[in-house]
């Protein structure tokens, strides 16, 4: 699913150093799953939980999970959802929000049927629709939840990879308080195996993988500017 921030491109890079110590008897917990990028390449069956903040989102995808299949949205159809989400379902309004928008920036405008630079015809809805339904397909054991992460149960000695927003990213500037999250990591770290991405980290952290890539969410804070930036993957 694109999703502003996915991990979808190094998802395979950083689970062989997150899963390295993984039994089964251990949970697998995302308090920030969002677009289910790295969730659905968890190569072994066990205990997943998948948490998002965002309802739209969750609702989304339990009822995917549960064999819903979304239909086709006009642009119409498009800014009625955007400016009237209390009329609809919330899976719908997920959907809506995220499938039915370019980049799987959230409500950032209509992406349908478009012609191409070779005078073809590319389908962004019906394109998104394969990519999740592949998506849920391995997913059959995921526990979904909906809540802030500060609020989330995690089982005693989890593993735990967080992808929160990244600091300093135009997308969600003034949004998460970046501070609070840092201390919720120690906190939890002493009874969990925690991992996080991110751009930095405060000098406690150690950063243990990193690969450059191009993304539109850069380091510079310029959304879909595709700039290069080093994603690294800390622990504590």
Same mark, same amino acid.
């Given at each position: 699913?694109?999703?502003?921030? &996915?991990?979808?491109?190094?998802?395979?890079?950083?689970?062989?150093?997150?899963?390295?110590?993984?039994?089964?008897?251990?949970? $697998?917990?995302?308090?920030?799953?969002?677009?289910?990028?790295?969730?659905? +390449?968890?190569?072994?069956?066990?205990?997943?939980?998948?948490?998002?903040?965002?309802?739209?989102?969750?609702?989304?995808?339990?009822?995917?999970?549960?064999?819903?299949?979304?239909?086709?949205?006009?642009?119409?159809?498009?800014?009625?959802?955007?400016?009237?989400?209390?009329?609809?379902?919330?899976?719908?309004?997920?959907?809506?929000?995220?499938?039915?928008? $370019?980049?799987?920036?959230?409500?950032?405008?209509?992406?349908?049927?478009?012609?191409?630079?070779?005078?073809?015809?590319?389908?962004?809805?019906?394109?998104?629709?394969?990519?999740?339904?592949?998506?849920? =397909?391995?997913?059959?054991?995921?526990?979904?939840?909906?809540?802030?992460?500060?609020?989330?149960?995690?089982?005693?000695?989890?593993?735990?990879?967080?992808?929160?927003?990244?600091?300093?990213?135009?997308?969600?500037?003034?949004?998460?308080?970046?501070?609070?999250?840092?201390?919720?990591?120690?906190?939890?770290?002493?009874?969990?195996?925690?991992?996080? =991405?991110?751009?930095?980290?405060?000098?406690?952290? +150690?950063?243990?993988? &990193?690969?450059?890539?191009?993304?539109?969410?850069?380091?510079?804070?310029?959304?879909?500017?595709?700039?290069? &930036?080093?994603?690294?993957?800390?622990?504590?």
């Amino acid at each position: 699913m694109k999703y502003m921030g &996915s991990k979808s491109r190094i998802a395979k890079d950083i689970l062989r150093i997150i899963l390295k110590d993984y039994t089964p008897d251990k949970w $697998y917990v995302e308090p920030f799953a969002g677009g289910m990028n790295t969730i659905d +390449k968890f190569s072994v069956d066990g205990r997943i939980i998948a948490n998002d903040s965002n309802l739209y989102l969750i609702e989304m995808w339990r009822c995917i999970l549960n064999g819903w299949i979304p239909e086709k949205v006009d642009r119409e159809m498009y800014n009625d959802i955007r400016d009237n989400k209390e009329k609809y379902p919330p899976n719908l309004v997920g959907w809506v929000g995220f499938n039915c928008s $370019y980049s799987g920036k959230y409500f950032g405008g209509f992406a349908g049927e478009t012609k191409t630079k070779i005078n073809t015809v590319r389908d962004y809805q019906k394109e998104a629709i394969k990519n999740v339904l592949k998506q849920a =397909s391995k997913m059959k054991n995921v526990i979904l939840t909906n809540t802030d992460y500060l609020l989330l149960d995690i089982p005693f000695k989890s593993i735990v990879y967080c992808d929160p927003p990244y600091e300093g990213t135009t997308e969600y500037k003034d949004k998460f308080n970046h501070n609070t999250f840092w201390d919720w990591v120690r906190q939890i770290s002493k009874s969990h195996q925690v991992f996080i =991405s991110e751009y930095k980290a405060p000098p406690d952290f +150690k950063c243990i993988w &990193s690969k450059k890539v191009n993304s539109s969410l850069s380091a510079n804070g310029k959304v879909g500017s595709n700039k290069e &930036s080093i994603e690294k993957l800390f622990t504590i």
